[in-house]
């Protein structure tokens, strides 16, 4: 038996297996029948694509129909190219090599020979159809905006290219699929699932009926509409006034993690990248490797933080226990330490205590606070790890984790980074090597949208949800990640007088001419040195103007965090930019237009202009 | 050396000729494109296939040159080997459609676990002719599971449940040397069961059980059978039939319930997957006697069956050469499988006879599995016919194997 055992199934799978074929290939006769009438045509019913509204339910994106001239080239019998070239107004060659291309793919199956046709184009080609054998039209959906704004956020569909056709079975050449944005992280919800039918022929290519009586065919499904977080106006406004600008703006609703606006600059019009102009419209924008209008600087760009980093520098510190809000430091025009080494300042009175020291921006009274906050611990390893942590839990140096495509980690320096580039153990270094971190200034890197939470959080006094663009779907709960606390580890009843600080940063300090009249905002200006590479020699550049706000500072509705790449002291573009955005949220209009027509009518093109012209230049004028 | 190459056994390395040369031709019309070029083109599957079968001829020459004892006596270090060529995929490998199988070299890509199946049987081999093996001993068993089990956790990880399946080929081998044969009994039992249950639920299974075991025993009271033994089982039984349902419903993914439900007549399916079986029978259906002629098939020119010429070359075999083709291809496995059995059991050495019997089983496998799933007899699991398909790893590993069984055949006499 132990022997025969595998004789035995050998012989009788190879007599199943023949007894099987014989009946297939013998006997069944339906199968050859079914295979002469050459087979099965598949037809696709594709979906609406769901609709996307603002947080006030104005609709930003809709639909509109375009057509595809789809050919079957075994199909294709001699017609008049001359008169087809005319209709839909492309070269013959054009025409020949797409062809030819088609044919390769297969005689059998339809490719797409002209994409996207305009109705009128379509209503023309209609009526000449007849007289072009083996074309048809493929009616598709495409995206028609309704706004000229907020492209970054929104993304663009395209056709699916070779390598997402390989890898994901639904989609099928020609397939529209949502890239980038909103487009890109909720296209399944938003395509729907597409329909199938498949339809009989006969041998003359003749339709005759469903194939098996359609029990293989489906039904589309619509795709669900959404609502996202964006206020469609501010988004406008802080579009308009980045104008000319590079940099971004990002509005929160603390409350809920909101994303009220997500500006970058600059930015483009979302309906370049829509039907048979997308192509060239996206290289022009993709090439464009100085402005980088693809690039999405509230999510991706990494810059030092700067000043507004100080608030987060006096919440660790009193957390730590190490100050207490009363307590005073000496500012000699700056802070001595090491042997003879100076951290500068600017001149105001001293000496100082936290809310003034917020207030004015000491760069002394943070060194201070900063030293004492790492130096606690018994090495400055634990006392930088300790400070890396509170960070951490702010959302900074890490992927914050929202519903956006893209973004950045930021950068959040702890004990192995300062051992490594300070080559411990064997060479020491101690909390002064770090000081830059006391003013935002050292190797701390933040995202925009990390700013922006960060400056929820404080208005929340210590807790946030992870901003988010989705705000309602069509029949469905949002993700839970988007709707649970996050806690800090800074305790409430710290936040009172870093939040005092701020708020007089607009009373007496270094905002006290943007003030927003009827409005109580707390805010912190910041000013970034930053460098570039020309020539392999590394260049100081204007700095940047940087601003974080939220109001009204008793029951805050909005925070925000403002980036202008270049535009030199924070109150300066940042600090403008950020109280108009507040007060066109909060009031609907603008008060200030001052302010506003300064910003209008200022633009940082000259300056953006200077490393790229070749000569020497002056900068922060 | 002199003496061994007229021991070689032509008549194996004449089908396995036929089985390559004819798994071209239809590889050849399966992937032909529209326009002609040579039959070397680099950019066609079939050029591409035609390279790897002329360098299939190297690999032969480079396996038969080699001592026979070196399968031996280096079994252990190659089956080492072979395991980390596993492991290293998930540092170096590369991941296509949602497997990570790959190694990619240049424009090349290999898949290391067909060549593990060749290392997995050197082992088993020397595993089962050691003296003091003993199948009979729980702890022998054990080892030998163990043997079987490590490329089958490393090729799952990928995840590759076809590849996997192709281990339980080794129980051939185990059952051959002295293996229970309750082992063989039990496996067998609970695919019954497992089939048994999807297809008339648990309610049904647990009475049918009860009464198979209850006639059992009445069967055999003259033998004053243990009543407490066979409660036992069919309390076994019964539990295996309750976890099928959650095992398909919670560890099943949708496209592996689809598979057996379509092969079950369980449910029609709306998602297409039901659709590639049905193109691939209509496929070998509309063969007829003789086929429609080589190229001349309609239905695999018109690219209706998925993957024809991988997992699916079977189904161009049954259009274009018709009942008569697809005869010959089984009756030429049918005959190879006999033919390495045969020889499997000439053999003095345990060494191999054990490696024979796997070589026999592995092949066995692929082709129950893969020309199962053709004709629409076995779910979809996606694994090559040997010799057949295309996949350059796929017939070096395949002619790997069974060259190496060739060559210890050939020298059968010198060991002693």
């Known amino acids: 038996m132990r022997r025969l055992l595998l004789y035995i199934i050998v012989l009788t799978t190879g007599i199943i297996f023949l007894g099987r074929l014989f009946y297939l290939q013998v006997i069944d006769e339906s199968f050859a029948q079914l295979s002469e009438n050459n087979a099965v045509k598949v037809v696709y019913d594709y979906p609406q694509r769901g609709y996307i509204f603002d947080r006030n339910g104005q609709l930003l994106v809709s639909n509109q129909p375009s057509y595809d001239v789809m050919a079957i080239p075994m199909n294709v019998k001699a017609f008049d190219t001359a008169e087809f070239c005319r209709i839909l107004n492309i070269t013959p060659e054009k025409l020949v090599e797409k062809l030819d291309k088609a044919k390769i793919y297969s005689p059998r199956l339809p490719s797409i020979i002209i994409p996207q046709l305009t109705k009128s184009e379509y209503a023309y080609f209609q009526e000449k159809m007849r007289n072009f054998d083996g074309f048809y039209i493929q009616k598709r959906s495409l995206r028609d905006y309704q706004t000229h704004n907020a492209a970054n956020v929104l993304g663009y569909i395209a056709e699916a290219n070779k390598k997402l056709i390989a890898e994901n079975p639904y989609y099928i050449s020609g397939d529209l699929v949502g890239q980038q944005g909103i487009e890109g992280y909720y296209e399944e919800l938003l395509r729907g699932v597409k329909g199938v039918q498949y339809i009989q022929k006969d041998r003359f290519n003749r339709t005759i009926g469903k194939f098996k009586d359609g029990i293989f065919d489906t039904l589309p499904q619509k795709g669900r509409d959404l609502s996202v977080t964006i206020d469609a106006n501010l988004q406008a406004y802080g579009e308009k006034l980045m104008e000319n600008k590079r940099g971004g703006i990002v509005a929160l609703e603390p409350a809920t993690g909101e994303i009220l606006s997500l500006v970058t600059a600059p930015s483009y019009d979302p309906a370049l990248l829509v039907g048979r102009q997308r192509s060239p419209n996206f290289t022009k924008l993709y090439y464009d490797s100085i402005a980088m209008p693809l690039y999405n600087r509230s999510l991706q760009a990494e810059y030092p933080p700067g000043s507004p980093f100080k608030t987060i520098n006096a919440l660790i510190a009193l957390q730590e226990g190490v100050v207490t809000k009363g307590e005073k430091f000496t500012c000699n025009n700056g802070y001595f330490y090491g042997r003879g080494r100076r951290m500068g300042c600017h001149p105001h009175s001293s000496p100082l205590d936290m809310i003034p020291g917020i207030a004015q921006s000491c760069n002394a009274y943070f060194a201070n606070v900063y030293r004492r906050a790492i130096e606690k611990y018994p090495t400055p390893q634990e006392g930088i790890d300790t400070w890396a942590e509170h960070l951490r839990s702010f959302g900074l140096g890490d992927y914050l984790g929202s519903d956006l495509s893209t973004g950045r980690p930021g950068k959040v320096p702890n004990a192995d980074y300062y051992n490594s580039i300070y080559n411990y153990p064997n060479r020491k270094w101690y909390a002064s090597a770090t000081l830059s971190n006391a003013i935002g200034q050292g190797e701390v890197l933040t995202t925009p949208i990390q700013l922006a939470n960060m400056t929820a959080a404080i208005a929340n006094k210590g807790w946030f949800y992870t901003p988010h663009i989705l705000r309602e779907i069509e029949g469905r709960e949002i993700d839970k990640e988007y709707t649970e606390k996050k806690y800090t580890t800074i305790d409430s009843k710290h936040f009172e007088p870093v939040i005092e600080g701020m708020h007089q940063v607009y009373k007496s300090g270094t905002a006290a001419t943007l003030r927003i009249p009827g409005i109580e905002i707390a805010g912190k200006t910041g000013t970034a040195e930053n460098f570039t590479k020309i020539g392999g020699k590394r260049v100081q550049l204007t700095d940047h103007s940087i601003f974080i706000a939220f109001a009204p500072v008793e029951d805050p509705k909005i925070a925000i965090a403002v980036f202008v790449e270049n535009g030199y002291w924070g109150g300066r573009y940042a600090g403008r930019i950020a109280g108009l955005m507040i007060e066109k949220y909060l009031k609907g209009s603008i008060s200030r237009t001052d302010m506003e027509e300064w910003i209008l009518t200022h633009s940082l093109e000259e300056e953006y202009a200077k490393p790229q012209s070749g000569e020497p230049f002056i900068i922060n004028q | ?416």
């Open chain 2, 1 to 416: 050396m002199p003496k061994s190459t007229v021991n070689f056994d032509w008549t194996t390395i004449f089908i396995y000729l036929l089985l390559v040369v004819f798994g071209w031709v239809n590889i050849y019309s399966a992937s032909l494109g529209d326009s002609t070029s040579s039959i070397f083109d680099f950019g066609e599957i079939y050029g591409k296939q035609g390279i790897w079968i002329l360098l299939s001829i190297v690999l032969v020459i480079i396996t038969l040159a080699i001592d026979s004892r070196f399968y031996q006596r280096f079994s252990s270090v190659i089956y080492i080997f072979a395991l980390l060529s596993l492991v290293g995929l998930f540092v170096f490998g590369k991941t296509i459609a949602g497997q990570t199988a790959w190694y990619v070299f240049g424009g090349v890509s290999i898949q290391p676990a067909e060549f593990v199946k060749a290392a997995t049987a050197l082992a088993m081999a020397k595993f089962l002719s050691g003296i003091q093996t003993n199948l009979n001993l729980f702890k022998h068993q054990l080892q030998a599971f163990l043997i079987i089990g490590l490329p089958i956790v490393l090729v799952l990880m990928q995840p590759d449940p076809g590849s996997a399946m192709v281990y339980f080929a080794f129980f051939f081998p185990l059952y051959r040397e002295g293996l229970h044969y309750a082992y063989l009994l039990l496996g067998f039992l609970a695919i019954v069961l497992f089939v048994g249950t999807l297809l008339v639920g648990p309610l049904w299974m647990i009475p049918a059980v009860l009464v198979l075991s209850l006639t059992l025993f009445i069967a055999n009271r003259k033998k004053r059978p243990s009543l407490i033994k066979y409660f036992f089982t069919a309390i076994v039984a019964i539990g295996f039939s309750l976890s099928v349902n959650y095992v398909f419903e919670n560890v099943f993914k949708q496209h592996h319930r689809d598979r057996f439900n379509i092969v079950l007549g369980q449910e029609v399916d709306a998602r297409g997957i039901g659709f590639n079986t049905n193109q691939s029978e209509i496929a070998i259906g509309s063969g007829g006697w003789i086929g429609k002629g080589w190229t001349e098939g309609t239905q695999t020119k018109g690219k209706f069956v998925p993957e024809q010429h991988t997992d699916y070359i079977f189904s161009t075999v049954g259009e274009e050469w018709g009942f008569f083709g697809s005869f010959v291809v089984i009756a030429l496995f049918v005959l190879l499988l006999i033919r390495i059995l045969h020889l499997a059991e000439r053999q003095k050495s345990t060494f191999n006879r054990v490696y024979g019997y796997s070589l026999a089983g592995i092949i066995f496998m692929h082709f129950f599995v893969n020309i199962g799933m053709v004709i629409g007899i076995f779910p979809t699991v996606g694994i090559p016919l040997p010799f057949f398909s295309y996949g350059g790893s796929g017939l070096w590993g395949f002619t790997l194997l069974l060259f190496i069984f060739i060559k210890l055949d050939a020298e059968r006499m010198s060991f002693w």
